[in-house]
């Protein structure tokens, strides 16, 4: 069996670095805070690709993954908006990651509303697990999903982070959140 080999790059950005994993045609399989869990980065290898199913070795030139992610931070807003990425993951996983991405940059939605835009209103549960285990974050842009009181909740890169994103994006946020 021939293994995939996903180049790696690390990426600093002012929500601290992440590492970026990206396939021989440029789309992203993982895009991770370095500093959130060692663990959290090899667990989404594994989930995504069996426990030895990828070689990573370094991108010696960036990728479009990486200039776009740089524009992105820079105030160019859209630019990862058309970056290709392809991930494991379950078919409603999937459905969840593809209707993550339709939202429009400084916008939010609560994951109520996301399950019933899915047509599973009563899937809520299942979306907050879904988009907990987005193995691509900011672009599957899971920072977008709030709570139905339009607080911040559960963010795998940390709420602080998640506000940032939020605001950089121009979304306002109520004090408390």
Same mark, same amino acid.
């Given at each position: 069996? *021939?293994?995939?080999?996903?180049?790696?790059?690390?990426? !600093?950005? !002012?929500?601290?670095?992440?590492?970026?994993? #990206? +396939?021989?045609?440029?789309?992203?399989?993982?895009?991770?805070?370095?500093? @959130?869990?060692?663990?959290?980065?090899?667990?989404?290898?594994?989930?995504?690709?069996?426990?030895?199913?990828?070689?990573?070795?370094?991108?010696?030139? !960036?990728?479009?993954?990486?200039?776009?992610?740089?524009?992105?931070? +820079?105030? +160019?807003? *859209?630019?990862?908006?058309?970056?290709?990425?392809? #991930?494991?993951?379950?078919?409603?996983?999937?459905?969840?990651?593809?209707?993550?991405?339709?939202?429009?940059?400084?916008?939010?939605?609560?994951?109520?509303?996301?399950?019933?835009?899915?047509?599973? !209103?009563?899937?809520?549960?299942?979306?907050?697990?879904?988009?907990?285990?987005?193995?691509?974050?900011?672009?599957?842009?899971? @920072?977008?999903?709030?709570?139905?009181?339009?607080?911040?909740?559960?963010?795998?890169?940390?709420?602080?982070?998640?506000?940032?994103?939020?605001?950089?994006?121009?979304?306002?946020?109520?004090?408390?959140?």
């Amino acid at each position: 069996m *021939t293994k995939l080999v996903l180049q790696l790059e690390h990426v !600093p950005s !002012p929500v601290g670095n992440l590492t970026l994993l #990206t +396939d021989e045609s440029q789309r992203i399989r993982i895009l991770e805070f370095n500093d @959130h869990r060692e663990d959290r980065f090899r667990q989404s290898l594994a989930r995504q690709f069996g426990s030895d199913g990828v070689t990573l070795v370094e991108r010696r030139e !960036p990728s479009n993954a990486r200039r776009a992610l740089v524009a992105y931070f +820079d105030g +160019d807003l *859209t630019a990862i908006d058309s970056l290709a990425v392809e #991930t494991g993951g379950t078919p409603f996983q999937k459905e969840v990651w593809a209707a993550l991405r339709g939202i429009r940059v400084g916008s939010t939605i609560s994951y109520g509303q996301l399950a019933t835009k899915l047509e599973r !209103p009563k899937a809520v549960r299942a979306v907050g697990l879904a988009n907990g285990a987005n193995p691509v974050a900011i672009v599957v842009p899971c @920072h977008r999903v709030i709570g139905s009181d339009a607080s911040l909740t559960g963010y795998g890169g940390g709420l602080e982070r998640k506000r940032w994103l939020l605001e950089h994006e121009g979304v306002l946020l109520a004090l408390n959140s």
